[in-house]
């Protein structure tokens, strides 16, 4: 009995040593996790090997972590992660900067991101801190002339007129050579919108984040047969957490011709004609001294005004903005209206295994577009004669004969009055659009290096307008003016879904990115067709359309994966591999494989030259890709089209 005691005893002493050793083998961390601006950072993530915990409303945390622990790691939506050493201390200050300061760091490329020092493709990453500054009424017009082989080239002068945009020059004679352009993972079609003098003048530059610019084929050729004219990823700003964050901007500027076109003045036109015409010509001269380009002209006047809101609600990032543009046009009766908002929301599900993004945008454009033939007449009008005039062309001066059998004969070959041509014009349109997408990232919890990602998203738009010439205007007086009407819509939507598997190989000194995935891409345009009317309501003979609608739509399919090896961070292997299939080609045609084969060489990490402080990076990178550009051909091209005939071919 004493010998049961005996061990009885000697078990207890065991269990409240191992007990003492397991409290020893672990110590308490609490601290505060701040932003910038010192304000407190809720629901920001705080690990420890295996441990994890979330910061309060306050900004703070506690929690025990192993004893042999040195570095905690800390993450919240919208700010650069960073890790802290905990080896002398139990109670630690955490301060995040935002994430768009990470942008050095880490770079969007299609399907996924990786660090800007380990790219192997030409990408270019432009942030909101260094976009272009002042009258800005579409996205493109932020990035011109700060990335290197990309050409931002005005329209023209129109209120949301936008900007061709070329990377490295065109690549074809005969099809597109527009980019393809991604917002938050949702491909924007380029279809014509009408009433939208450019489908971009629907997005507010004012929510966009960061651009990123895949130029060379190794890079783009993970979006295949749409990737021929380069890529460009548009990021839109995000929530984050900590308090609301209120931002207001409004802009206010006066633009006004460059230069104007050099013509002769009244009184040198007079001296001309004086000199070398016949008394008839010298008859049909004015009494008038009319500068017609200052007529058409003038200081065109835009606001520009933004309010949003950001912070988080019960550990839900979020962003709502609102933002309205009112710009005039150099020309005369040219102006642009947009109304816009948008709402993005961050959560993070399932201890913090699920991340979502739910991104909606949405504008509205209210447009009155001006004659542009006023252009070309106010440089080869007569100066000599005045702007108005007692006549039946609504008493704008003009070109004509009165005969009193025949009555008043209009010149149809001389130029019309290029104020008649502004003022008696009236196209005006409304143009609805919204675009977004849901994207879902789940990190499965017993491999988490695996991510499963679907992103659904979609792209739709109405456009409809009205062109108002009265009978008497000069400008369609032989058609007794006209009233005419103008609308589309288009539908677009994408289904897309990969697996990424990203995995650091410690012993190995490798990390390894695997990403695999599949697409579906439905695009559809329903354009209405009408007649023409006089401006009395009265239809134009045989203009009555055969088809009251016609309505294009594609369809393409894609299979796509890619793979990136690193060795040590100095040697990173690249390979990427798309499978498209577009309904636009024949079906014995209709797939096409599209991949590309990229290498770098981080140099200045080799031993001789680590120590080097001349060089802050130096790279040798060898690439090779192959991309196709399929959004520069019709629908169905392989098909036999048969058209009905005019009047014309009639026996």
């Known amino acids: 009995m004493r010998l049961i005691n005996n061990y009885l005893l000697l078990f207890c002493c065991g269990m409240l040593c191992s007990l003492q050793m397991a409290v020893a083998q672990n110590k308490p961390i609490s601290g505060t996790v701040q932003d910038e601006k010192g304000s407190p950072v809720a629901g920001a993530s705080v690990s420890a090997a295996s441990l994890s915990t979330a910061t309060d409303k306050a900004g703070q945390f506690t929690f025990s972590v192993p004893a042999a622990t040195k570095v905690i790691q800390v993450s919240s939506v919208g700010y650069a992660s960073r890790e802290v050493n905990i080896e002398n201390t139990s109670n630690v200050t955490i301060t995040l900067q935002a994430g768009s300061q990470t942008l050095t760091d880490v770079v969007v490329i299609g399907y996924g991101t990786v660090r800007k020092k380990e790219l192997t493709g030409s990408v270019a990453t432009v942030g909101s801190k260094d976009f272009q500054k002042g009258t800005i009424s579409t996205p493109e017009q932020l990035i011109a002339g700060k990335v290197a082989g990309v050409s931002v080239v005005s329209n023209s002068g129109s209120p949301g007129a936008g900007s061709t945009i070329r990377i490295r020059g065109g690549a074809s004679l005969n099809a597109s050579n527009d980019p393809l352009i991604v917002i938050d993972g949702v491909p924007i079609n380029s279809t014509n919108i009408y009433g939208a003098s450019n489908p971009l003048s629907m997005v507010n530059p004012n929510d966009i984040e960061t651009f990123t610019v895949l130029k060379d084929a190794a890079s783009a050729a993970i979006y295949g047969s749409r990737a021929s004219n380069g890529v460009i990823l548009i990021t839109t700003k995000k929530g984050r957490s900590g308090k609301p964050i209120i931002n207001f901007s409004t802009l206010a500027s006066v633009s006004s011709i460059a230069r104007r076109a050099e013509v002769m003045t ?76 948008g709402i993005t929301l961050s959560p993070t599900l399932l201890n913090k295994s699920l991340k979502v993004d739910i991104n909606i ?47 008043i004969t209009l010149n149809k070959l001389a130029p019309k009055n290029p104020v008649a041509l502004l003022e008696l014009f009236r196209n005006q349109s409304e143009v609805y659009r919204s675009y977004g997408n849901i994207q879902l990232d789940y990190s499965f919890p017993f491999l988490p290096q695996l991510h499963a990602n679907l992103n659904l998203g979609y792209d739709v738009a109405k456009g409809e307008g009205t062109i108002d010439v009265p009978a008497y205007a000069a400008q369609n007086y032989l058609d007794s003016g006209q009233k005419n009407t103008y609308s589309n819509s288009v539908s677009n939507k994408v289904g897309e879904f990969y697996l990424n598997y990203n995995k650091d190989l410690a ?29 009395n309501g009265n239809l134009i003979p045989g203009t009555e359309p055969k088809f009251a609608m016609d309505k294009p739509r594609n369809v393409l399919i894609s299979y796509y994966g890619r793979l990136i090896y690193t060795y040590n961070s100095k040697y990173i292997l690249s390979a990427s591999a798309r499978s498209d299939g577009s309904s636009r080609f024949s079906p014995d045609t209709r797939w096409a494989t599209f991949y590309s084969g990229a290498f770098t060489w981080r140099i200045n990490q080799e031993k001789f030259l680590a120590q080097s402080r001349i060089l802050s990076d130096l790279k040798l990178r060898v690439s090779y890709g192959v991309t196709g550009n399929q959004d520069g051909i019709y629908n169905y091209p392989y098909q036999s089209v048969y058209s009905l005939s005019d009047n014309s071919s009639t026996v």
Do not use: C
């Open 507 to 535: 012993k190995l000194r490798s990390n390894l990115n695997i990403t695999g995935g599949y697409g579906y891409y439905n695009n559809v345009a329903t354009n209405n067709n009408v007649a023409s009317y006089r401006a």
């Open 266 to 341: 009244a009184d040198q036109f007079r001296q001309y004609v004086d000199s070398l015409g016949t008394p008839a010509f010298k008859a049909l001269l004015g009494d008038a001294s009319t500068d017609w380009q200052k007529e058409i002209y003038q200081s065109a006047f835009t606001t520009d005004n933004n309010v949003s809101v950001s912070g988080a609600l019960n550990n839900l990032p979020y962003r709502v903005s609102l933002g309205y543009l009112n710009q005039d046009g150099i020309l005369k009766t040219d102006n642009l209206q947009r109304f816009s908002g």
């Open 361 to 407: 945008k949405g504008a509205m454009n209210k447009s009155r577009f001006a004659n542009g033939a006023a252009i070309s007449s106010s440089i080869y009008f007569d100066p000599t004669q005045p702007v108005h005039d007692t006549n039946p062309f609504g008493n704008y001066w003009e070109w004509y004969t009165t005969d009193p059998v025949t009555g």
